[in-house]
């Protein structure tokens, strides 16, 4: 299993360009997530995903879209770049939602984005 | 509004120096309480999970036990290869998705020769 994947690593984007960045994961897990994690911050929830065709919003869900058309897949999307979205950004997945034990979080390797 | 706070923000041993690290959580109803380890340029990576006052959990140097307010990540005899940040994080039995976790700003470990 390649567990949790993300393109690209790295990324520089002028404000107001538009980028997506991928997250997969091969492990059949139904619950998907997506954190920026910022200096003195911690890691903060952006969106998630309980199932195919399933999102919300969580902490920090300002500036940012995301779509779940297969259970693989989990995309998030920036409208139109700013630099406070200079962050590095992590996608994880979980067996369950959280309604039962053995629920623990895998991240990817993440993505440094850049907005200048 | 649930919350963990995680202290030392930095830590520095000497190797073979045992330690604890401390997460302090404030959660409507604890779903469960998580610790990961995060190395510079990497995702966080899962260590333990603990669901109830009184738990405890082993993985060769570390320790993680649970009280109803705090979780404890005893380091024992470190080794430089021990150095991360240790992130701490909860689950709520309440709120939009019992599957999010709220996190702590981390402990920053060093473990020096």
């Known amino acids: 299993n390649a567990g949790v994947t993300q393109t690209p690593k790295f990324q520089v984007l002028k404000t107001g360009q538009s980028m997506t960045l991928q997250c997969a994961q091969d492990?059949?897990?139904?619950?998907m997530s997506w954190y920026r994690q910022d200096p003195g911050m911690g890691l903060r929830l952006i969106h998630y995903?309980?199932?195919?065709?399933?999102?919300d919003q969580g902490e920090v869900p300002n500036g940012y879209n995301v779509s779940r058309s297969t259970t693989e897949d989990f995309p998030l999307r920036l409208l139109s770049a700013a630099p406070s979205q200079t962050s590095v950004y992590f996608c994880?997945?979980?067996?369950?939602?959280?309604?039962?034990?053995?629920?623990?979080?895998?991240f990817g390797p993440g993505t440094r984005l850049t907005v200048l | 509004e649930d919350q963990v706070t995680q202290s030392p923000e930095a830590l520095r041993l000497q190797e073979g120096e045992s330690s604890s690290l401390n997460c302090s959580y404030t959660?409507?109803?604890?779903?469960?309480l998580f610790w990961y380890r995060q190395d510079p340029g990497k995702g966080p990576e899962f260590l333990f999970t603990?669901?109830?006052a009184g738990e405890e959990k082993e993985k060769e140097r570390l320790k993680a036990t649970l009280t109803k307010k705090e979780s404890f990540l005893h380091i024992t005899a470190p080794k430089p290869e021990d150095s991360a940040t240790y992130l701490c994080?909860?689950?709520?039995?309440?709120?939009?998705?019992?599957?999010?976790?709220?996190f702590g700003k981390g402990t920053k470990l060093s473990v020096k020769p």
């Open positions: 994880a997945s979980s067996y369950s939602p959280g309604w039962t034990r053995n629920n623990e979080q895998f």
């Open positions: 492990m059949n897990h139904e619950y």
């Open positions: 995903s309980v199932g195919a065709g399933i999102t």
């Open positions: 959660v409507s109803g604890l779903r469960g």
């Open positions: 603990l669901y109830s």
């Open positions: 994080a909860v689950q709520s039995l309440y709120g939009g998705s019992q599957g999010n976790l709220i």
